[in-house]
T-cell receptor, first 115, second 115 residues
Framework: DTGVSQNPRHKITKRGQNVTFRCDPI?????LYWYRQTLGQGPEFLTY????????KSRLLSDRFSAERPKGSFSTLEIQRTEQGDSAMYLC?????????????FGPGTRLTVL | AQTVTQSQPEMSVQEAETVTLSCTYD???????LFWYKQPPSRQMILVIR??????QNATENRFSVNFQKAAKSFSLKISDSQLGDAAMYFC????????????FGKGTLLTVNP
């Protein structure tokens, strides 16, 4: 039984470059979430998918951010024209929705550093 | 909007002793769930314990238990017989019941366990 996996674990990029992160959820989970965690803070919700549909996006998710979950399996989070303020840990979580009682299980995160 | 407050940025405990981490939250909802997550240094966030708001009985998981005071909107975590492996950042989190998806986290409490 594998957990949520994320790749890469670390990414260093220069300001203005595009980056893409991948999340592989627990296999039977139909919901997938993205959060962002900055130093000294708790994670903040960015967006979530139920199967392949993106159902909610936070106002934190600017137009430079896009997320996809083709075929309801893995998900990608792309940041275009990165800024130094995008430096953070990007966490993915997944859950199995059962009457609203699902529990989210987190991956190890991708730490992004924008120089 | 729901908010979660952890008033203790740092706590320390001697190995084998008991420590209590505090959390308060603000919501107008009656159906919700509360969680404690543990995030060890450079490792992924894992679920420690979960409490359904409609349950009066406090949740327990081995050495971990909660004191859920619904009227006071308080949700503290007690760790008994503390072990070195308990050292981590602990986050309190809230999610609205039903089909909600968004976890709201506190800022965390850094727990140090002294040998």
């Amino acid at each position: 039984d594998t957990g949520v996996s994320q790749n890469p674990r670390h990414k260093i990029t220069k300001r203005g470059q595009n980056v893409t992160f991948r999340c592989d959820p627990i296999s039977e989970h139909n919901r997938l979430y993205w959060y962002r965690q900055t130093l000294g803070q708790g994670p903040e919700f960015l967006t979530y998918f139920q199967n392949e549909a993106q159902l909610e996006k936070s106002r934190l998710l600017s137009d430079r951010f896009s997320a996809e979950r083709p075929k309801g399996s893995f998900s990608t989070l792309e940041i275009q024209r990165t800024e130094q303020g995008d430096s953070a840990m990007y966490l993915c979580a997944s859950s199995l929705s059962v009457s609203g009682k699902d529990t989210q299980y987190f991956g190890p995160g991708t730490r992004l550093t924008v120089l | 909007a729901q908010t979660v407050t952890q008033s203790q940025p740092e706590m320390s405990v001697q190995e084998a002793e008991t420590v209590t981490l505090s959390c308060t939250y603000d919501t107008s909802e009656s159906d919700y769930y509360l969680f404690w997550y543990k995030q060890p240094p450079s490792r992924q966030m894992i679920l420690v314990i979960r409490q359904e708001a409609y349950k009066q009985q406090n949740a327990t998981e081995n050495r971990f238990s909660v004191n859920f005071q619904k009227a006071a909107k308080s949700f503290s975590l007690k760790i008994s017989d503390s072990q070195l492996g308990d050292a981590a950042m602990y986050f309190c989190a809230y999610i609205r019941g039903g089909s909600n998806y968004k976890l709201t986290f506190g800022k965390g409490t850094l727990l140090t366990v002294n040998p």
